[in-house]
C-alpha cells in the first residue's frame, strides 16, 4: 500500500453529490462500506493481479445509506492484490459447488505497488482535485 498526499484529505461532501461526480471519472464505492465509512475505488489495471487507487470516506453527518449523508475524505492510497492462478485446492467440482468456488483466493492481499501505478495514481488524484476544487 502507497498512501498519496491530497488536497482533498479532510474536506466533506455530500456522498449522493460525490458519488455522481466520481462515477463519471470512473470509480465506485467499494464492495466492503460500513454505515459510517467506505472507499470509491478505481481499477487502474488487472495486469497480474488487481492495481485500485482507493479514496477513503467517513460519515461525518448521518449513515451512509441515507440520501443525505455527508462524508469527510481520508488520505487515498494505491493497493495491489495479487491472485494465484488457477482454483483453490478446496475448490470441489460440480455445477453446484463451482457456483460458489469460482474464484481464487488472494495469495497477496497488500503485494508491492509497482512505481507506474504510483505515477498514475498520483496523476488520477491531481486530476480529482481539479474536478472537486
Given at each position: 500500500?502507497?498512501?498519496?498526499?491530497?488536497?482533498?484529505?479532510?474536506?466533506?461532501?455530500?456522498l449522493?453529490?460525490?458519488?455522481?461526480?466520481?462515477?463519471?471519472?470512473g470509480?465506485?464505492?467499494?464492495?466492503?462500506?460500513?454505515?459510517?465509512?467506505?472507499?470509491?475505488?478505481?481499477?487502474?489495471?488487472?495486469?497480474?493481479?488487481?492495481?485500485?487507487?482507493?479514496?477513503?470516506?467517513?460519515?461525518?453527518?448521518?449513515?451512509?445509506?441515507?440520501?443525505?449523508?455527508?462524508?469527510?475524505?481520508?488520505?487515498?492510497?494505491?493497493?495491489?492484490?495479487?491472485?494465484?492462478?488457477?482454483?483453490?485446492?478446496?475448490?470441489?467440482?460440480?455445477?453446484?459447488?463451482?457456483?460458489?468456488?469460482?474464484?481464487?483466493?488472494p495469495?497477496?492481499?497488500?503485494?508491492d505497488?509497482?512505481?507506474?501505478?504510483?505515477?498514475?495514481?498520483e496523476?488520477?488524484?491531481?486530476?480529482l482535485?481539479?474536478?472537486?476544487?
Amino acid at each position: 500500500m502507497i498512501e498519496i498526499s491530497s488536497s482533498l484529505e479532510g474536506k466533506q461532501y455530500p456522498l449522493y453529490d460525490l458519488e455522481l461526480e466520481l462515477k463519471q471519472l470512473g470509480y465506485t464505492i467499494g464492495g466492503n462500506w460500513d454505515y459510517d465509512h467506505g472507499y470509491f475505488d478505481y481499477l487502474m489495471d488487472d495486469d497480474d493481479g488487481y492495481h485500485f487507487l482507493r479514496i477513503p470516506f467517513r460519515a461525518v453527518d448521518g449513515q451512509l445509506d441515507a440520501h443525505n449523508a455527508t462524508v469527510r475524505l481520508g488520505r487515498p492510497f494505491i493497493l495491489t492484490h495479487k491472485y494465484k492462478e488457477g482454483l483453490d485446492d478446496h475448490a470441489a467440482i460440480g455445477n453446484f459447488q463451482a457456483s460458489f468456488n469460482q474464484f481464487s483466493e488472494p495469495a497477496e492481499k497488500d503485494a508491492d505497488v509497482l512505481e507506474p501505478y504510483v505515477q498514475l495514481g498520483e496523476t488520477l488524484i491531481q486530476e480529482l482535485e481539479r474536478r472537486l476544487n
